[in-house]
């Protein structure tokens, strides 16, 4: 009886270690940003006159504002074949941007999604980082803001 007390005492030791280094490692963190994962051969890191980096691309950016002024509307614009749900995320100087404009979205019904917002007066960036997302795919570009 000692021997099975022994063993359980020692199972339960070992269930509320693990348990506790698994719950540290899961912790999430609602500023963390989860990219999706893909294929070495899905990567394309830019080169100095690349404009984007996508990581596995199901959807295209089409277009966007490559350089504005303070309070000057910029846009992006993209078109996804799959017509998943796409995500924006703008980041200024100050962290990530919490206006309305930044909705996911839905292609119409030829594909394309295109968000449009003013570009803060008082941002003190000289440039804005983008990120998209869908379930499949992720890419970054950035707005140069001018002064």
């Known amino acids: 009886m000692k021997k099975?007390?022994?063993?359980?005492?020692?199972?339960?030791?070992?269930?509320?270690?693990?348990?506790?280094?698994?719950?540290?490692?899961?912790?999430?963190?609602?500023?963390?940003?989860?990219?999706?994962?893909?294929?070495e051969s899905n990567i394309s890191f830019p080169d100095q006159n690349d404009k984007i980096k996508y990581l596995k691309s199901s959807f295209t950016v089409t277009g966007f504002t490559e350089s504005a002024s303070k309070g000057d509307t910029a846009f992006v614009e993209v078109r996804?074949?799959?017509?998943?749900e796409?995500?924006?995320?703008?980041?200024?100087?100050s962290g990530k941007s919490s206006s309305s404009a930044f909705i996911p979205k839905y292609p119409d019904e030829s594909?394309?999604?295109?968000?449009?917002?003013?570009?803060?007066?008082?941002?003190?960036?000289?440039?804005i980082r983008i990120v998209l997302r869908s379930k499949t795919g992720y890419a970054e570009l950035f707005i140069k803001v001018d002064n």
Do not use: M
């Open 80 to 84: 996804s074949a799959d017509h998943t």
């Open 4 to 39: 099975f007390l022994k063993n359980v005492c020692f199972s339960l030791i070992f269930f509320a270690v693990f348990l506790s280094v698994f719950l540290i490692c899961v912790k999430k963190d609602s500023n963390a940003v989860y990219v999706p994962s893909c294929p």
């Open 86 to 93: 796409i995500s924006i995320t703008s980041f200024y100087a």
């Open 111 to 127: 594909g394309y999604v295109r968000w449009e917002w003013k570009i803060p007066v008082n941002t003190t960036t000289d440039k």
